[in-house]
T-cell receptor, first 117, second 112 residues
Framework: DGGITQSPKYLFRKEGQNVTLSCEQNLNHDAMYWYRQDPGQGLRLIYYSQIVNDFQKGDIAEGYSVSREKKESFPLTVTSAQKNPTAFYLC????????????????FGAGSRLTVL | QKEVEQDPGPLSVPEGAIVSLNCTYSNSAFQYFMWYRQYSRKGPELLMYTYSSGNKEDGRFTAQVDKSSKYISLFIRDSQPSDSATYLCAMTYSGGYQKVTFGIGTKLQVIP
């Protein structure tokens, strides 16, 4: 079945460590996204990528980095510069052909929960 | 003021009730409106999608968009305990890549 796989599901990090969250999709979607979800704040966009080897900052990119070397993969690194990294991280993808009107309808992965100890 | 406003709840209803979930928005450029359902500790899944104003029905679910009032609704008929989840409204513009703006989500509990 086609979908988005995020790993690990749960991750614990000590302060000062970098961690990388994996996101892989086999939907052949062009665009991929990383969101952060916190209680009471909804989904906030961290980074997005429309094509391989290109990505743009979202609303809360500080302290995060990404790469897009392959169409299927969009890993997110949470660096030690991110002041409050404990959150639920969601990866999503989008293909303009999903709906005939071209609407930006996202398909999400199951999420990764990061806790800083 | 946020671009999209949504009451976080929680909203508790008895099984079989009709549920009404709502969002208001301020950006008149939004043309595509979506509702996602998110179970606890899971990723959101697309429930309904509508373009511009009007109604769309899918089984027990009806989505309504009133662009003149900048108001969207999701109705759930004959609610079931399995409908207990957080419901996120989302909206975007037309054409190409556009950033999707989400509401904060309304937590719904359907009590047997």
């Amino acid at each position: 079945d086609g979908g988005i796989t995020q790993s690990p599901k749960y991750l614990f990090r000590k302060e000062g460590q970098n961690v990388t969250l994996s996101c892989e999709q086999n939907l052949n979607h062009d665009a991929m996204y990383w969101y952060r979800q916190d209680p009471g704040q909804g989904l906030r966009l961290i980074y997005y990528s429309q094509i391989v080897n290109d990505f743009q900052k979202g609303d809360i990119a500080e302290g995060y980095s990404v790469s897009r070397e392959k169409k299927e993969s969009f890993p997110l690194t949470v660096t030690s510069a991110q002041k409050n990294p404990t959150a639920f991280y969601l990866c999503a993808s989008y293909n303009r052909g999903t709906y005939s009107s071209g609407a930006n309808v996202l398909t999400f992965g199951a999420g990764s929960r990061l806790t800083v100890l | 003021q946020k671009e999209v406003e949504q009451d976080p709840g929680p909203l508790s209803v008895p099984e079989g009730a009709i549920v009404s979930l709502n969002c208001t928005y301020s950006n008149s450029a939004f043309q595509y409106f979506m509702w996602y359902r998110q179970y606890s500790r899971k990723g959101p899944e697309l429930l309904m999608y509508t373009y511009s104003s009007g109604n769309k029905e899918d089984g027990r679910f009806t989505a309504q968009v009133d662009k003149s009032s900048k108001y969207i609704s999701l109705f759930i008929r004959d609610s079931q305990p399995s409908d207990s989840a957080t419901y996120l409204c989302a909206m975007t513009y037309s054409g190409g890549y556009q950033k999707v703006t989400f509401g904060i989500g309304t937590k719904l509990q359907v009590i047997p």
